[in-house]
Nanobody, 115 residues
């Protein structure tokens, strides 16, 4: 069983920045991709950003140019740098680590953007 743990959420003012981190209990080299998702109250969970084992990335249109996904293989960690945060970015952010046939999810970290 793979454990995935997110951290770095919190309260930030509009225009501010946060960096989320996600650590897995298994070597990052065993996974084909890692992704960040979010779920706002009353809304469905949506993909925010994805990075493959070959460092190919995709972003939701709503975060392009503001968010950056990256990874540190030595630390088995995936990051989501979030800049120019908006109130509509408020959500619980989840990290998923995927093999070819299964995804492992964390418990989520709350991000609240408010003045």
């Amino acid at each position: 069983q793979v454990q995935v743990v997110e951290s770095g959420g919190g309260l930030v003012q509009p225009g501010g920045s946060l960096r989320l981190s996600c650590v897995a209990s298994r070597s990052i080299l065993r996974f084909v991709g890692m992704s960040w998702h979010r779920q706002a109250p009353g809304k469905e969970r949506e993909l925010v950003a994805d990075i493959t084992s070959r460092d190919s990335t995709i972003y939701a249109d709503s975060v392009k140019g503001r968010f950056t996904i990256s990874r540190d293989n030595a630390k088995n960690t995936v990051y989501l740098q979030m800049n120019s945060l908006k109130s509509e970015d408020t959500a619980v952010y989840y990290c998923a680590w995927s093999t070819s046939n299964h995804s492992y999810w964390g418990q989520g970290t709350q991000v609240t953007v408010s003045s």
